[in-house]
């Protein structure tokens, strides 16, 4: 069993940054890929981005590419997402996940944290 929690979310501008982190406890020897996803009101949940914990490897949406960066601390179990040049449309709850395989669904979820850009 994996538990996440995510941290790190609030209000910002336009333009500013925001670092969300994700602590990972119990079997993440477990763990293929942790990554993040978002949701926000009327909205379906959206894949963000995510990294793989062998070799750290990193996929993002395109809606946040050039923006966005996920890294992971495997020593601490905890990946991150800094976030730079937000926009109002990034306005959403952010979830971290993760998954046991490359094929497999994300099994584990945090509870989310707020993000909230505001113009």
């Known amino acids: 069993q994996v538990q996440l929690v995510e941290s790190g979310g609030g209000l910002a501008q336009a333009g500013g940054s925001l670092r969300l982190s994700c602590a990972a406890s119990?079997?993440?020897?477990?763990?293929?890929?942790m990554a993040w996803f978002r949701q926000a009101p009327g909205n379906e949940r959206e894949f963000v981005a995510v990294?793989?914990?062998?070799?750290?490897?990193?996929w993002y949406a395109d809606s946040v590419k050039g923006r966005f960066t996920i890294s992971r601390d495997n020593a601490k179990n905890t990946v991150y997402l800094q976030m730079n040049n937000l926009k109002p449309e990034d306005t959403a709850v952010y979830y971290c996940?993760?998954?046991?395989?490359?094929?497999?669904?994300?099994?584990?979820w945090g509870q989310g944290t707020q993000v909230t850009v505001s113009s």
């Open positions: 996940a993760a998954k046991a395989s490359v094929g497999g669904r994300y099994n584990y």
């Open positions: 990294i793989t914990l062998s070799r750290s490897t990193t």
């Open positions: 119990g079997h993440t020897f477990s763990m293929y890929s």
